[in-house]
Structures are given as structure tokens and as C-alpha cells.
């Protein structure tokens, strides 16, 4: 779907983006990085191994899957590639579904800067939606939040606050400029993350309410030297039931790659 030559503007829009996280120093984690922390999240942290690896500063990733775009639709292949920046923490997200054979449907979903942005356009041309303001900063924020389990040494991150809940559960806050999100992290009997839960804002009625909504993750496998899930589901939780709305699997992921790739 991307097509990786300098002239592309995707391409280059990128690039751009990788090239802003190629200035945090290269530094090797060590055992230290994880006092202090939750009890299962050091544990976690530990099944993951990322002690004794590089911090992962940027990162491009491709998804295969499937999309609903409303509670009523049905679900539509869906293939998209993800690029990310740790410090300072933003991502590019570029989807493509296709409904019927001769129609796609792309998005690009964004955070940079402290500000999110959602864009949806028909045959890549015909503008469907621009979503940008404050819910959509908190939203892509948590977003970034919950995928911190693909690339799990940014866990270790200055701006994530924690608060421990139990031996199997803890709370990381992440305040970035002046938007905070809190979520709630679950971990099973294996020490894998399973679930990050937090509120999320939903439109109803034309207002911006907040919903409880998640991310839950399985199929963790060695990718890279690392433990990390390779299959996901989002899921709003609504009144009316669970509206699941993306379930997808990673393909393939490259930490710190080297530009131009």
C-alpha cells in the first residue's frame, strides 16, 4: 500500500516522522529500569526481554485484518502500515479497505505534536472526513498508549506514571504537553499483557461522551529478540453491547530502521 520511493508524498510523510525520533541517544536497557515499577509490570516487562536490548526509538510495522466503520456494518479486509517515534511520542497510521471491488475506502490517523487527526478519504481522493480538536488528541494519545505493546522498551518512557492495583493488574497514566490519559493494564498467568482499558471518547447524538473502551492482545511471539503479541482486537463498550471494530494481526515490524529503508 506504500509505496516506498522518495517522491511519494506517503513515502516522504514518513520519513519525516522517523527522522524526528532518530535523535534520542542509543542506550542498552538494564535490570535497574525496572524498580520501581508495579510488580506485574516488571514481570511483564522481564517476559518481554527487553532487559539487555536497545531502546526502540522509532519503528514501522505492517497490519493485515479486518474493520467495521459502525455498529451496524460489516466487517471489511483491511491492510495498513504504522510508523512510530518514541521520544517525543507520535505515529502514522495508513489503512485501506476495500467494501466493494472497485471501491477503497483509506485513512490516515495521526498524533504528532501533541494532537491527533483523523482523515478518511474515498478512491484516495474524495475527502470523507478530517477529525481533529481536543477528543481527538486524548484519543489518539490512548491509542499510542495501548500500542506501546508492540514496541514495549517505550513502557519505560518518563512521561508514564504508575499506580499498582494488584498482582495482576496496574494503572500507567501518560502525560504529553497538557493532555493526560490514564489506562488500566491487565496481565494473564504468563506475564503477557492481555488487556489495556481505559475512557475514550465516542460521538452520540453529535456529542462527545466518554465510553469505556479497550485494546486486548494475544499470540505473543519472538519478533525482533522481543515477546510481543501479534494479533489485537478494539472493542468500544457500549450500553447497547460490545462493539468490536478492529481485529487484526501484525505481519511484519522493524525497530530503529535505518533511513532512507
Known amino acids: ?5 522518495l517522491g511519494n508524498p506517503i513515502y516522504n510523510e514518513a520519513l519525516e516522522l522517523l527522522r524526528t525520533g532518530q535523535n534520542m541517544a542509543s542506550t542498552i536497557i538494564t535490570e535497574a529500569r525496572l524498580s520501581g515499577l508495579p510488580d506485574p509490570v ?18 514501522r510495522l505492517k497490519q493485515k485484518g479486518w474493520f467495521r466503520m459502525g455498529v451496524d456494518q460489516n466487517w471489511q479486509p483491511l491492510v495498513a502500515e504504522q510508523y512510530y517515534t518514541t521520544d517525543p511520542p507520535a505515529f502514522l497510521w495508513y489503512g485501506t ?3 466493494f471491488p472497485l471501491l477503497s475506502i483509506t485513512g490516515k490517523d495521526q498524533f504528532s505534536n501533541g494532537h491527533g487527526r483523523l482523515q478518511i478519504k474515498a478512491l484516495s481522493l474524495i475527502m470523507l472526513a478530517d477529525v481533529r480538536g481536543p477528543e481527538v488528541d486524548q484519543g489518539e494519545l490512548l491509542r499510542y498508549l495501548g500500542e506501546i505493546a508492540w514496541f514495549p522498551t517505550a513502557w519505560l518512557s518518563d512521561a508514564l506514571q504508575w499506580h499498582a492495583i494488584d498482582g495482576q493488574s496496574a494503572q500507567v497514566t501518560m502525560q504529553l504537553q497538557d493532555i493526560a490519559v490514564s489506562a488500566t493494564l491487565s496481565f494473564n498467568q504468563q506475564d503477557q499483557l492481555t488487556d489495556v482499558r481505559a475512557e475514550r ?5 453529535g456529542q462527545s461522551v466518554l465510553k469505556p473502551w479497550s485494546g486486548q492482545f494475544r499470540e505473543y511471539h519472538q519478533v525482533n529478540g522481543l515477546m510481543i503479541p501479534t494479533q489485537a482486537e478494539v472493542t468500544w463498550h457500549l450500553e447497547s453491547g460490545d462493539f468490536p471494530y478492529f481485529r487484526g494481526e501484525i505481519t511484519e515490524i522493524d525497530y530503529n530502521p535505518l533511513l532512507p529503508y
Not at 471518547?201 to 447524538?205: A, I, P, Q, S, T
Open 201 to 205: 471518547y465516542w460521538k452520540e447524538n
Open 97 to 99: 479497505i476495500r467494501p
Open 1 to 5: 500500500m506504500v509505496n516506498s520511493r
Open 42 to 59: 516488571q514481570r511483564y516487562l522481564r517476559y518481554t526481554q527487553i532487559v539487555g536490548q536497545e531502546v526502540i526509538r522509532t519503528v
